[in-house]
Nanobody, 123 residues
Framework: EVLLVESGGGSVQAGDSLRLSCRAS????????IGWFRQAPGKEREGVAC???????YYRDSVKGRFTISSDNAKNTVYLQLNSLKPEDTAVYYC?????????????????WGKGTLVTVSS
């Protein structure tokens, strides 16, 4: 059974930073694609940043230069460093994974999901 457990969300001010963690079990980080998605109220879930050892990293345009995805394969954990946060980054952030080696970062392409962690950014 694959389990993805997110942590690290919270309420911050604009310009602050957060670090999200996604610990995986039953899934080998570094072998397949894994990443971060978010869903704001009233909006669809969207890919934020994803990575695969084979193909590298993907970032959506609105977070480039501010967010950084990384992994610790020994800990089977993926991180998302969120810097210079903006109110429009407010959302539930989900960890998603797919059992394929190629990089993908779209909602319907993922096979497994965590329950999410809430990030709230106030101005």
């Amino acid at each position: 059974e694959v389990l993805l457990v997110e942590s690290g969300g919270g309420s911050v001010q604009a310009g602050d930073s957060l670090r999200l963690s996604c610990r995986a079990s039953g899934f080998r980080v570094g072998r397949y694609t894994i990443g971060w998605f978010r869903q704001a109220p009233g909006k669809e879930r969207e890919g934020v940043a994803c990575l695969s050892d084979r193909d590298g990293e993907y970032y959506r345009d609105s977070v480039k230069g501010r967010f950084t995805i990384s992994s610790d394969n020994a800990k089977n954990t993926v991180y998302l460093q969120l810097n210079s946060l903006k109110p429009e980054d407010t959302a539930v952030y989900y960890c998603g994974a797919a059992g394929v080696p190629e990089l993908r970062c779209y909602d319907y392409g993922m096979d497994y999901w965590g329950k999410g962690t809430l990030v709230t950014v106030s101005s």
